[in-house]
């Protein structure tokens, strides 16, 4: 079992930052991708930004050059540094864990709202 506790949601006005992180703890392994995925109302959930333990990242392209991902394996957290954030990355935010060999594991999800 692996839990997730994330942290860091919360309103800001278009233009504006926020900052996402994500601690994991319980059975984590060395090899493993944690990220974050997005859910806006009426819209299905999408994947936002992932990062691999070596360090690999793919992103959305609706997100690039605005979101940074980071991962700091020695304690097992994810970041997500949200710039010139848009109405449109209004969503919960989920982050996750995938240890390649079980079950993904899900946080409980963070509001994320960015006014006009």
């Known amino acids: 079992q692996v839990q997730l506790v994330e942290s860091g949601g919360g309103l800001v006005q278009a233009g504006g930052s926020l900052r996402l992180s994500c601690a994991a703890s319980?059975?984590?392994?060395?090899?493993?991708?944690m990220g974050w995925y997005r859910q806006a109302p009426g819209k299905q959930r999408e994947l936002v930004a992932r990062i691999t333990s070596g360090g690999s990242t793919n992103y959305a392209d609706s997100v690039k050059g605005r979101f940074t991902i980071s991962r700091d394996n020695a304690k097992n957290t994810v970041n997500l540094q949200m710039n010139s954030l848009k109405p449109e990355d209004t969503a919960v935010y989920y982050c996750y864990y995938d240890s390649w060999v079980a079950v993904v594991y899900w946080g409980q999800g963070t509001q994320v709202t960015v006014s006009s």
């Open positions: 319980g059975s984590i392994r060395s090899n493993s991708t």
